[in-house]
Nanobody
Framework: QVQLVESGGGSVQAGGSLRLSCAAS????????MGWFRQAPGKDREGVAY???????GYAISVKGRFTISKDNAKNTHYLQMNSLTPEDTGMYYC?????????????????WGKGTLVTISS
């Protein structure tokens, strides 16, 4: 079993930055794909970014150039650096993981989920 715990959410003004962390524990040896998803109030959850065990990354168009996903294998932690934040980035951010052999921004392929961390951007 794998446990994912997010941290780093908070409230900032538009134009600011936040860094989210996702700490993984349990049987993480076969975790191929780690990602971030978010859900804005009244909207469906959407994929934001992913990173594979080999370091390949993918981003939603809405965050490309502003967000950066990275990982620290020694700490079993991955991060989402979020810059130039706008009110449209407000939402609950979830960490997710997949043990399969491919990675996408589709939530239905993820095997494990954290409970989320709230990000609020004010104008």
């Amino acid at each position: 079993q794998v446990q994912l715990v997010e941290s780093g959410g908070g409230s900032v003004q538009a134009g600011g930055s936040l860094r989210l962390s996702c700490a993984a524990s349990g049987y993480t040896g076969n975790m191929y794909c780690m990602g971030w998803f978010r859900q804005a109030p009244g909207k469906d959850r959407e994929g934001v970014a992913y990173i594979t065990s080999g370091g390949s990354t993918g981003y939603a168009i809405s965050v490309k150039g502003r967000f950066t996903i990275s990982k620290d294998n020694a700490k079993n932690t991955h991060y989402l650096q979020m810059n130039s934040l706008t009110p449209e980035d407000t939402g609950m951010y979830y960490c997710a993981g997949r043990s399969g052999n491919y990675c996408t921004l589709k939530e239905d392929v993820m095997d494990y989920w954290g409970k989320g961390t709230l990000v609020t951007i004010s104008s």
